[in-house]
């Protein structure tokens, strides 16, 4: 159980390991006042750590007592006399309390109650949903606009060319966000009821992705094909945004629109269904069900 | 009055005549033929067209693209591309590919300069197209660029521009592309890449754009050395690296304890 | 009476007097704790999470959690003059504009990366050697509870810089707790304060962050030790070793300045990360806004494995009778419950499987459970799986694959490969034990006689 002698060497190398660190550590408060790099700053401290972690360490390792040492284990089960006695000072206690039979229930019932209702104040934390899911800031006649807020005329996106934009007066607005992409008039096949919601080729989509609310920022303009980066749901600009890879497993709501007699794209109602990732109360689509456009 | 027995050139009402039509014929003539040859493809400059771009042209080119960029089965028409089009492709060795199967790509540009500069006034003047752009990068706003960059291109290229995944392709990186192929690429909107016209980003926003993404090649890496700019994922495996270096201390620490010590 | 001459002994001595402690302090001085290296682990988890909150001190004194929009006019450049958050003009103020900010970030964030991964590395040696079993069951709960708090934590932590990358996060985050059955908008709501992107939410995530849950995690890691301690810790079968005993080192002076250096050492190699090892660089990634996005979007590793599952996850959800279970539900929600709430009962499992029901302060070498190794082998490939998927655009990218042959090949993979490699895992430990068998000399269950208090 006794250890040999330290030998010299091993105690010089804690000496030389210590010293190490006492130097960086000066080392690092001076980089410190003179505003030296992180890099500095990360290499004098870091080295100032090790060294002396690694001191204690073969100190420890090397210079003091490495045992076997051995220890019992206590007993962590109660002998029989430990138990009745512990089983008794319970019983006892109850067999106090227990004498009126009814107060019991009634005092469960009461801070079962009282435990209940203070949970309560949480809903201050948020308002309910309400229809909140289903709105956007898009509205009839409301003009279209980029992310700095100026009106975008039907003829700035050429074919092939894609823009983020908002209503007016929601600029920047995480629900309304809206990606329009350019298409050439020979390729559109709207779906029925559609027809009219896309002039000059002007496709209008929401940019919340159906699956988990990333915006849907690629547009692969070849393919006609909007990509959400997050988990890649894909989704066909031609074909009502319909996902054709991915996890998204709803089209992203199309925005009607129109020009407006100065040119300028207006929308002709809200998103034909509720934008974003799927909640609970969301509806399965109807058929017949269009919203927004007249 | 009889005009037998005397010659034409005698009688002044003749000769009056037959100048009035030679000069009304004539020109009239004369103007049909200047529209016809008007109406031609004249040349960039009023030139003739170079002969070696033709040469090149017909050579590389319009077995694909067709005589006078019209198309064929196997590639589109070049009518209306622009120059800053056929700059970009050629620059970037993308064209020409000899099967129209082939995934277009950067590679090393198949022609000379010279070529290039030739073929471009010949090809990219097959109808109006977008010119090749007027870059003026110095005094460019970098903060209005990260922004527009942020917006526009980071969702394809990645917010180092080391490219992403889209559907069947992979939007490149833009770490070796030169500034002027960058505005090239948003102005014409090459492949799967949409198209950026001046009325969406206009010409000092392409300057703004094209500088970021300058700056982009060689960012700020205040924080040390950048682990190749991926992110989390190139981040989470150096984690891991620090974290078996410490489990091998922990190694040293405990296995000389229980060595020969049974 | 003992005379201590030294000052430490006087203060000691002092102490002993006022609470009556000197049998337990000589008790807690001589406790032995077996010297296997796979038994640091934790403890790297524990200095990793000191190096957390010692720069979260820092870091908390210089960030400000509020979403006012303002302008950044700092020193770095390409951002003057844009629009930003305060949170994230706060955070570019530190990194920029506070000597040794950007380090004290660094250091903190690569503590995060390292305390989950120890958290991880200790788990799968608690698992592999049956340390969960009776009487631990209790300790292993108390961790599997830390190892979903330190999750949740780290995801906080960095979701405060608002930056555009863990924004994305953030708003993921919020389609998942939508999608939960029933109650999941209204929560949505209530945590959110309103439609994404609400109000006030950094707020609530900083006093989180800074306060609830280092709170828990302090606490569950006190009763994580006094568990430890009260039952001392387990040891491997080897001669001298029993069901009854404990060997190896004790805590005081040897274990203590053992352990006590290798927290220094953790803290030089987070020192060394900090300074040198770039990590999270916000102001290339921009401030956040719900309408702008980078590919190459990936979460921190720890939370990347739920990213990976909602990516490989087939477009399958439920609409019916009028209601919709979104398809996030699934690998974002109900995985992770399956997953946890297995990790929680393993204990009880195990027991029910093998029927035993008995006390082991004796570990098992792997090897010597084919069964338990192969399925902690399968689990780890599935994990490994799934953060492989988190990041298959980046893969892709750099591969040149195209992103749709590889998620089907990866969906293959997570079908067949845990599978395969479970098998595996518990053919060579099989072998193995039968190869090696136990030694002669190991004691398993011998009661020792009961020996008088402790040798050396």
């Known amino acids: 159980m006794s250890q040999a002698p330290p030998p010299a060497r091993t105690a010089r190398r804690v000496t030389l390991l210590f010293l190490t660190s006492l130097a960086a550590s000066v080392a690092f408060a001076v980089a410190y006042s003179v505003a030296a790099s992180i890099q500095v700053l990360g290499l004098t401290l870091g080295i100032a750590m090790l060294a002396l972690g690694a001191g204690m360490a073969v100190w420890s390792k090397r210079l003091m007592p490495q045992g076997p040492f051995v220890e019992e284990r206590p007993d962590l089960e109660p002998t029989p006399e430990e138990e009745r006695a512990a089983a008794e000072a319970f019983v006892s206690g109850e067999r106090a309390i227990g004498r009126r039979k009814l107060l019991g229930p009634l005092f469960a019932a009461a801070a079962g109650m009282l435990g209940l209702v203070v949970l309560w104040p949480v809903r201050s934390l ?52 809206t990606i329009i992409v350019r298409v050439a008039d020979a390729v559109l096949r709207p779906p029925a009821g559609r027809e009219d919601w896309a002039p000059g080729g002007h496709l209008a989509y929401s940019k919340v992705c159906t699956h988990a ?11 006609h094909v909007l990509i959400c980066p997050c988990h890649q749901a894909a989704f066909d600009v031609l074909d009502a945004a319909r996902p054709v890879f991915g996890p998204a497993t709803r089209p992203l709501p199309q925005l009607p629109l129109e020009v407006d007699g100065e040119g300028f794209l207006v929308a002709r109602g809200d998103f034909s269904e509720p934008v974003g990732p799927g909640f609970w109360e969301l509806e399965p689509p109807r058929e017949d069900r269009q919203r927004g456009a007249s | ?43 960039a400059a009023g030139q003739q067209p170079d002969p070696q771009a033709v040469q090149l042209y017909r050579a590389n080119c319009s077995f694909c693209h067709g005589v006078d960029g019209a198309g064929t089965f196997q590639g589109p028409p070049l009518v209306g591309v622009g120059r800053a089009s056929v700059d970009f492709y050629l620059r970037s060795g993308r064209m020409p590919i000899d099967d129209p199967d082939e995934p277009v790509t950067r590679q090393e540009p198949k022609f000379s300069d010279e070529e290039i500069r030739k073929l471009v006034d010949y090809a990219g003047a097959f109808g109006a197209g977008p010119p090749l752009p007027a870059l003026d990068l110095a005094g460019a706003d970098l903060a209005r660029g990260e922004q527009l960059y942020q917006l526009n291109c980071a969702a394809c290229h990645n917010w180092d521009g080391k490219g992403g995944a889209l559907v069947g392709v992979l939007a490149p990186p833009l770490h070796a592309v030169p500034p002027v192929q960058l505005a090239e690429a948003i102005r014409i909107g090459p492949g799967p890449m949409p198209v950026f016209p001046p ?61 020969g010590r049974r | 009476m003992t005379h201590v001459d030294t000052p430490v002994g006087k203060l000691l001595s002092g102490l002993d007097r006022r609470l009556g402690a000197a049998k337990f302090t000589r ?142 996060g953030v708003r993921i985050a919020n389609a998942v707790v939508q999608s939960i059955p ?27 962050h800074i306060f609830l849950m280092p709170a828990l995690i302090t606490a569950l890691i006190l009763v994580h030790l006094a568990l430890i301690v009260r039952q001392k810790h387990t040891q491997f079968p080897g001669k001298g070793r029993t069901e009854r005993n404990v060997v190896g080192t004790r805590m005081w002076p040897t274990y203590m300045t053992m352990s006590t250096g290798l927290a220094f050492m953790v803290g030089g190699v987070l020192a060394l990360m900090g300074g040198w090892l770039q990590i999270n660089p916000v102001w290339l990634y921009g401030p956040y806004d719900p309408f702008t996005i980078t590919s190459g979007s990936q979460a921190d590793y720890y939370v990347l494995w739920i990213q990976g599952a909602l990516r490989l996850m087939p477009p399958w959800e439920v609409r019916a009778w009028g209601v919709t279970v979104p398809n996030p539900f699934f690998p974002g929600i109900l995985l992770p419950v399956v997953l946890f709430g297995l990790l929680f009962a393993w ?110």
């Open chain 1, 126 to 177: 948020g308002p309910r949903p309400g229809s909140a899911l289903r709105v956007t800031g898009w509205r009839r006649g409301a003009r279209v606009v980029n992310e700095l807020g100026q009106p975008v005329r039907a003829d700035d996106l050429e074919v092939g060319g894609v823009i983020t934009a908002f209503p007016e007066g929601h600029v920047r607005s995480a629900d309304a966000q």
């Open chain 1, 213 to 223: 609310g990333c915006p849907v920022g690629l547009y692969q303009a070849d393919s």
């Open chain 2, 1 to 43: 009055m009889s005009r037998c027995g005397t010659r034409w050139s005698q009688r002044p009402a003749d000769r009056f005549r037959a100048l009035r039509g030679l000069v009304v014929w004539g020109g009239l003539a004369g103007l049909i033929i200047a529209v016809m040859a008007g109406g031609v493809r004249a040349p």
């Open chain 2, 199 to 259: 009325d969406v980003l206009d010409d000092q926003e392409l300057n703004e754009v094209v500088a970021y993404t300058e700056y982009l090649k060689d960012p700020y890496d205040a924080g040390g050395y950048g682990l190749a700019h991926w992110g989390p994922a190139t981040e989470g495996l150096a984690g891991v690296v620090g974290l078996v270096m410490l489990l091998l201390v922990t190694f040293w620490l405990g296995k000389r304890a229980s060595a």
């Open chain 3, 27 to 168: 008790s807690k001085l001589n406790y032995v704790f077996p010297e296997q290296f796979s038994f640091l682990f934790g403890e790297i988890a524990l200095y990793a999470f000191v190096a957390l909150v010692a720069t979260g001190i820092f870091l908390m004194l210089f960030y400000s959690p509020s979403e006012t929009k303002t302008l950044y006019e700092g020193s770095y450049a390409p951002l003057r003059g844009v629009e930003m958050s305060e949170a994230y003009r706060s955070v570019m103020r530190l990194s920029f504009d506070v000597r040794g900010g950007l380090l004290m970030r660094q250091i903190h964030h690569w503590a995060a990366l390292v305390f989950t991964g120890a958290v991880a590395a200790h788990l799968c040696r608690v698992f592999f050697t049956g340390a969960f079993r009776k009487p631990r069951e209790l300790n292993w709960v108390t961790g599997v509870i830390l190892l979903m708090v330190i999750l949740l934590e780290g995801f906080m932590g960095y979701s405060l810089l608002d930056d555009l990358l863990s924004g994305a």
């Open chain 3, 182 to 208: 029933v109650v999941g908008s209204t929560a949505a709501f209530w945590l959110w304060g309103g439609e994404y992107p609400g109000s006030g939410f950094l707020g609530r995530l900083f006093t989180l």
């Open chain 3, 347 to 456: 204990p009880w499992l195990e027991a029910a499987v093998t029927r035993d029901w008995r006390t082991h302060h004796l570990l098992d070498r792997p090897r010597d459970r084919p069964a338990r190794t192969g399925l902690g082998v399968a689990a780890i490939v599935l994990v490994t799986l799934l953060l492989i998927a988190g990041s298959d655009d980046v893969i892709a990218v750099e591969a040149g694959w195209s992103i749709v042959a590889f998620r089907n090949v990866e969906r293959i993979l997570l079908l067949v490969l845990p599978v395969i490699a479970g098998l595996l895992a518990a053919r060579v430990a099989r072998d193995l034990s039968r190869a090696e068998p136990l030694g002669a000399d190991a004691a398993t269950e011998v009661p020792a006689p009961a020996s008088g208090g402790e040798r050396g």
